[in-house]
């Protein structure tokens, strides 16, 4: 056993269209050391600090203890120092980043070589779904299928000039209670509405060509559903659109909304403030940018 420090992005689900099947990595990173030693505790600054269970019902500590359970079947006495920069419950991936830090800082920890698609394999098992731990895991931006039991993805190659502009609510927006929201049947036009956006998100990324992003971000699965939760929500869109977004969707479940740009994130960002102050939400601007890094060791 030896100790590991590790970073993991934070990452966005859905990007409008892509209900459970796309994410997103980005430059924004959870910092986290593992120290074997006879302590079970969890230290935690930045993002989270004095909410997240400080013990062994902390999910990092949960996942890392799956990770010995699945490999070994004996399970080390061992702290974990967090630094978070990921907000919690806001639709950015923070329960992924959880899992998959903790599922990765003990292989480290074990002196393992890591197994991306075993750690994978147990991450999807842990989160329920395979979108956000994705990204986490291998970076980039990812489509995720399952196909009898068995995991698929396809990473689509960015622009370098693709950013980011994020707004992120003061109010959180519980994973769960937004996902109960959803239609569990859809119309046949609403299934060809996603559908088709989903293949023009992806190959306008894919190739640069940006003019139709703010048609391939609209969504009829899940986002009108959502704005129960966040009314504010529509106008967040149109005041990124004005700003020059390129597309614009909520992030994940919410609460965050994610805007698209190529250049004028500070308008963008300027735009959105101002469509918050107006809709009396309050909030922070995140501006960033896709990273093609997942889950990786800092030493």
Known sequence: MKPATIAVPATSANLGPGFDCLGLALEIWNYVKFTPEDAHTVSVKGEGSGILPQ???NLLYIAATKYFEKTSNNVPGFSIECENQIPLARGLGSSSAAIVAGLFGACLMNGDNPDLELLWEIAVEMEG???????????????VVTDEGNLIRSEVPLPKELKV???????????????GLVPQEISLVDAIYNMSRVGLLVNSLSTGKFDSLHVATRDRLHQDARQALLPEMKTLFTSALDGGALGVCLSGAGSSVLA???GNEITVAREMEQGARIAGIDGSIKI??????????TE
């Open 165 to 179: 502009v994020i707004f992120v609510p003061e109010q959180p927006m519980p994973t769960q209670e937004a996902r």
């Open 260 to 262: 698209l740009s190529a």
């Open 288 to 297: 960033t940018q896709p990273t093609p890094i997942g889950v990786h060791s």
């Open 55 to 57: 013990g062994p019902d």
């Open 129 to 143: 779904h395979a979108d956000n731990v994705t990204p986490a895991l291998f970076g980039g931006f990812q489509i």
